[in-house]
């Protein structure tokens, strides 16, 4: 069965500074999807980025970014210049390429140290 | 813009009590989930449906049933709430012609006294 791992339950930044939070998954399926969500106090779930498998490049939104190793099976979010706002849950989640069910992983909780 | 609205932000019941969440898309989308978040879990999928009157058990599915009878309106039932049910519920949905990503409501943090 397909598993996602988030190894850091908690992460802090200062802000303005970059931090890298964690996510690994097990798989044998080739065609995927990785996502990176973010989870504010207010609640909301909300997409920050997603990585098709077929795809080489690393995906980025902004001052979003991935680090995608397929191989390693190995899907890490960059956030550059943390903000306030940047402050949150984040959950890694893995959907296989014909499939509605995502698997997701423990959740890291972002802290921003002003 | 999609929009998934779950009916409580916060609901308290009591053990043995019928519970009823309520989810609400107004997107004309096929799919709808609930999940159960729970620290250190994240996500876990309860049920899950892909058409009016359909359903699919999730990985957790026990002490658990859904209702659809409109496509707009997914509802989660507890039949006899327990103490094990305390627990954030968010409730997502998605069109049928895509498979990400899923839109997501506010949440609603259910105690079970």
């Known amino acids: 069965a397909q598993t996602v791992t988030q190894s850091q339950p908690e992460m802090s930044v200062q802000e303005a500074e970059t931090v890298t939070l964690s996510c690994t998954y097990d798989t044998s399926e080739s065609d995927y999807y990785l996502f990176w969500y973010k989870q504010p106090p207010s609640r909301q779930m909300i997409l920050v980025i997603r990585q098709e498998a077929y795809k080489q490049q690393n995906a980025t939104e902004n001052r979003f970014s991935v680090n995608f190793q397929k191989a390693a099976k190995s899907f890490s979010l960059k956030i550059s210049d943390s903000q306030l706002g940047d402050a949150a849950m984040y959950f890694c989640a893995y959907l296989e390429g014909s499939n509605y069910q995502l698997i997701w992983g423990a959740g890291t909780k972002l802290i921003i140290k002003p | 813009d999609v929009k998934v609205t779950q009916s409580s932000r916060y609901l308290v019941k009591r053990t043995g009590e019928k519970v009823f969440l309520e989810c609400v898309q107004d997107?004309?989308?096929?799919?709808m989930f609930w999940y159960r978040q729970d620290p250190g879990l994240g996500l876990r999928l309860i049920y899950f449906?892909?058409?009016?009157?359909?359903?699919e058990k999730g990985d957790i599915p026990e002490g658990y049933s859904v209702s659809r009878e409109k496509k707009e309106r997914f509802s989660l039932i507890l039949e006899s709430a327990s103490t094990n049910q305390t627990s954030m519920y968010l409730c997502a949905s998605i069109r049928d012609t895509e498979n990400q990503p899923q839109h997501f409501g506010d949440g609603t943090r259910l105690s079970i006294l």
């Open positions: 997107m004309d989308h096929e799919n």
């Open positions: 449906s892909y058409d009016v009157k359909m359903k």
